[in-house]
C-alpha cells in the first residue's frame, strides 16, 4: 500500500525556519517525481515545488523561489522541503504528493499544518 | 501562469442528481487536466486524469470530458459521500496550477 507521511509542521515566527518531512512507503520511491503542494486556510490548493526521481531536475513556484528548498534522499525513501524566511503568508497545510508518470498527482500525505505568525 | 477557473463556486444538489462542474484554463493545455476531491480536513483524492481517464477504483458515476481550454467534470447520480469540494489542475506548463475550487453539498 503506497503511504506518504508528512510531518514538521508547527508554529513558528516570521523570518525563521522550518524543515519539513515525507516518509514514504510501498511503491519504488526511486522512480517517482515529487511535489509540495500547499493549501492556507480556507483557500485552494496551491503548487510549490517539484523533484525528479534522481533530484536532476527541481522546479519551484515564484511564491516560494529563493526561501524555500526541496529534496530527497532515495535510500531512506524521504522527501524534505527546507523553509526558510518564512512569511505570514506562507501560512498553510503543506502535502507531499506522488507524481504519476502521466502527471497527475496520484498520492497524497496527510498534510502538515505550518503557522508562521508572531 | 495558467490560470485556471471553475464555476459554480458551489452548488447544492439532492441525492440522485446530475452534476456538473466547468473548469476553463486561460490557454489551451490540451487534455493536460486532472480532477481531485477534497473532503473537509483531508487530502485531495485524484478522480480523474488526462481529463477523462477514471483513476482505478474511482466509481463510474464520476466523468471527465474536454480539451484546449473547456472542460466538463460530472457526477452522474449524486451521493451523500459526494459532499466535498473538486478541484481542476493543469499540469502542461509549470507552475502547475489549480482551479479555485466547487463545493458540492447535498440539500
Known amino acids: 500500500e503506497v503511504q506518504l507521511v508528512d510531518s514538521g509542521g508547527g508554529l513558528v515566527q516570521p523570518g525563521g525556519s522550518l524543515r519539513l518531512s515525507c516518509a514514504a512507503s510501498g511503491f519504488n520511491f526511486s522512480s517517482y517525481g515529487m511535489n509540495w503542494v500547499r493549501q492556507a486556510p480556507g483557500k485552494g490548493l496551491e503548487w510549490v515545488s517539484y523533484i525528479s526521481s534522481s533530484s536532476s531536475s527541481i522546479y519551484y513556484s515564484d511564491s516560494v523561489k529563493g526561501r524555500f528548498t526541496i529534496s530527497r534522499d532515495n535510500a531512506n525513501t524521504s522527501l524534505y522541503l527546507q523553509m526558510n524566511s518564512l512569511r505570514d503568508e506562507d501560512t498553510a497545510v503543506y502535502y507531499c504528493t506522488r507524481e504519476s508518470t502521466g502527471g497527475a498527482f496520484d498520492y497524497w500525505g496527510q498534510g502538515t499544518l505550518v503557522t508562521v505568525s508572531s | 501562469d495558467i490560470q485556471m477557473t471553475q464555476s459554480p463556486s458551489s452548488l447544492s444538489a439532492s441525492v440522485g442528481d446530475r452534476v456538473t462542474i466547468t473548469c476553463q484554463a486561460s490557454q489551451d493545455i490540451s487534455n493536460y487536466l486532472n480532477w481531485y476531491q477534497q473532503k473537509p480536513g483531508r487530502a485531495p483524492k485524484l478522480l480523474i486524469y488526462?481529463?477523462?481517464n477514471l483513476e482505478t477504483g474511482v466509481p463510474s458515476r464520476f466523468s471527465g470530458s474536454g480539451s484546449g481550454t473547456d472542460f466538463t467534470f460530472t457526477i452522474s447520480s449524486l451521493q451523500p459521500e459526494d459532499i466535498a469540494t473538486y478541484h481542476c489542475q493543469q499540469y502542461d506548463n509549470l507552475p502547475f496550477t489549480f482551479g479555485p475550487g466547487t463545493k458540492v453539498d447535498v440539500k
Open positions: 488526462d481529463a477523462s
